[in-house]
């Protein structure tokens, strides 16, 4: 369960603008205009307190007129680095909402992450976005486990997908090697700093178990799902149908 914050939506109190060179910020009507070109800055942030493991959820509605809009939220780790904890490329003219969803690393050297729209120095394009309608809802911390990815996947004759009619999220694609492995790759990436738990189990009609294994942070993110008889791996090639429920938490 996510609870909603009091935020400005006329991107003011709360809110922190950084430009620099030709960069330009604005706000007029409730709208957010940032635009630049080359290395110039034309932003603003807002600073949220957060916890280690807490689920941030930001939206807004935006739109582009330059060669790349984007929206992030990050924070800084131990060794002093800004960290982007999810970001999104704004893709239409017209306005339309955009959400991004992150977890709070345990790594986390200060007690905050920060929401940044608009063009920073390092992207260099010509850029111009913008921005209103903005939203902010966080969820629970340490007292409980947040659930990044989860669904069914189906094995049939060495055919693999996720199954139709159960509920899936954050999956991005599963594939089978031919023999032993179905590889999993989430949608959004994780972080080796996050270390998320992988579970995996599978139906009583099978005899064989699933294990999961070889989890690949970063960008993307995937892991890899093996059966065994207890003894050995097995070559499911040929099995005419097996299931697997997947879970990752933090």
Same mark, same amino acid.
């Not at 807004?60 to 939220?73: F, T, V």
């Not at 139709?164 to 032993?180: E, L, M």
């Given at each position: /369960?996510?609870?909603?914050?009091?935020? *400005?939506? !006329?991107?003011?109190?709360?809110? @922190?603008?950084?430009?620099?060179?030709?960069?330009?910020?604005? @706000?007029?009507?409730?709208? =957010? %205009?940032?635009s630049g070109s080359g290395t110039d800055t034309a932003m603003k942030d807002y600073w949220l307190p957060a916890l280690p493991g807490q689920?941030?959820?930001?939206?807004? =509605?935006?739109?582009?007129?330059? &060669?790349?809009?984007?929206?992030?939220? &990050?924070?800084? *780790?131990?060794? !002093?680095?800004?960290?982007?904890?999810?970001?999104?490329?704004?893709t239409g003219s017209e306005f339309r909402r955009y959400k991004l969803r992150c977890i709070v690393p345990y790594d986390s050297s200060y007690g905050?992450?920060?929401v940044v729209l608009g063009k920073w120095g390092t992207m260099s394009v010509s850029y111009g976005a913008d921005y209103k309608d903005p939203s902010l809802a966080v969820g629970a911390g340490f007292a409980s486990a947040a659930v990044l990815a989860l669904g069914l996947i189906r094995l049939q004759a060495g055919v693999v997908d996720l199954h139709?009619?159960?509920?899936?999220?954050?999956?991005? +694609?599963?594939?089978?090697?031919? #023999?032993?492995t179905v590889t999993v790759t989430l949608e959004t990436p994780c972080y080796a700093s996050m270390r998320p738990l992988v579970f995996v189990?599978? #139906?009583? *009609?099978?005899?064989? /178990?699933? =294990? +999961? !294994? %070889?989890? #690949?942070? !970063?960008?993307? #993110?995937?892991?890899? @799902?093996?059966?065994? *008889?207890?003894?050995?791996?097995?070559? @499911? %090639?040929?099995?005419?149908? =097996?299931?697997?429920f997947v879970k990752v938490e933090m």
């Open positions: /369960m996510l609870t909603p914050l009091v935020m *400005d939506k !006329g991107f003011c109190n709360g809110w @922190v603008e950084r430009s620099s060179g030709s960069g330009a910020v604005t @706000v007029a009507d409730d709208v =957010l %205009s940032c689920v941030v959820e930001f939206s807004c =509605l935006a739109r582009h007129s330059g &060669d790349e809009a984007r929206i992030a939220i &990050d924070n800084v *780790d131990y060794s !002093g680095n800004f960290v982007n904890l999810d970001w999104i490329n704004v905050w992450v920060r139709p009619t159960f509920r899936s999220y954050n999956i991005a +694609a599963v594939s089978f090697n031919g #023999t032993y189990s599978g #139906t009583p *009609d099978a005899c064989y /178990m699933p =294990l +999961a !294994g %070889s989890f #690949t942070a !970063g960008s993307p #993110t995937t892991f890899i @799902v093996k059966w065994t *008889d207890g003894t050995a791996f097995v070559n @499911v %090639s040929a099995v005419s149908s =097996l299931y697997v």
